[in-house]
């Protein structure tokens, strides 16, 4: 089955303490991006991926990182979360930039306290 | 600059239609998305419209895009309780553009009453 997966669905930390949310995709795309979504802001884009090893920054990008090793993950990366990360993120990839349907995760809910 | 606004609720009877609308700013938009999210639930692509459409039906769903206002809308026929749900409208940008991203818009929450 054709499916993006994200882990963990649901986490709480403490301020300061790095933490990592895996995405990893079975379809074989080469396009990835992660959004965070907040109630009344939407989704909006933190960081996107073309291909292995190209990554970028999106519209919200400061305090994350991510990496694109290989080509099936692109884990997202708090080095020292803080409680304005406190949302739910959600992983996306795409078969290629021009394919018109992204494939969503099933979302992970932060919450740094 | 890139904004998409949605109405943040709306609530229809079981049977009744759905008229959820959108608008966009970004005029070179090459896609307009709909998708869904239910609780608990990633997003789920519903349909698609390519900006030189005005109008796209699959099933129960009817897409209206009027390019002069750059107003999008999702018609759901006979809704069920099983459509309750939040719908984001969302735009991209001809090729993906240059962050291949997609601008969503507020979502709007559709609770359907039996």
């Known amino acids: 089955e054709a499916q993006v997966t994200q882990n963990p669905r649901y986490l709480i930390t403490v301020t300061g303490k790095k933490l990592t949310v895996t995405c990893s995709q079975n379809m074989n795309h080469e396009y990835m991006s992660w959004y965070r979504q907040d109630p009344g802001l939407g989704l909006r884009q933190i960081y996107y991926?073309?291909?292995?090893?190209?990554?970028d920054k999106g519209d919200v990008p400061e305090g994350y990182k991510v990496s694109r090793k290989e080509k099936r993950n692109f884990p997202l990366i708090l080095e020292s979360p803080s409680p304005n990360q406190t949302s739910l993120y959600f992983c996306?990839?795409?078969?290629?930039?021009?394919?018109?349907?992204?494939?969503f995760g099933q979302g992970t809910r932060l919450t740094v306290v | 600059g890139e904004d998409v606004e949605q109405s943040l609720f709306l609530s229809v009877r079981e049977g009744d239609s759905s008229v959820i609308n959108c608008t966009y700013t970004d005029s070179s938009s090459t896609y307009l998305y709909w998708y869904k999210q239910e609780p608990g639930a990633g997003l789920q692509l519903l349909t698609y419209i390519f900006s030189n459409m005005d109008m796209k039906q699959d099933q129960r769903l009817t897409v209206l895009l009027n390019k002069k206002d750059k107003h999008l809308s999702l018609r759901i026929a006979d809704t069920q309780t099983g459509d309750s749900a939040i719908y984001f409208c969302?735009?991209?940008?001809?090729?993906?553009?240059?962050?291949?991203?997609?601008?969503f818009g507020t979502g709007t929450l559709l609770a359907v009453q039996p």
């Open positions: 991926s073309m291909n292995v090893e190209v990554t």
């Open positions: 969302a735009e991209g940008a001809p090729n993906g553009g240059a962050t291949n991203k997609l601008i």
């Open positions: 996306a990839s795409k078969a290629d930039r021009g394919s018109t349907e992204a494939f």
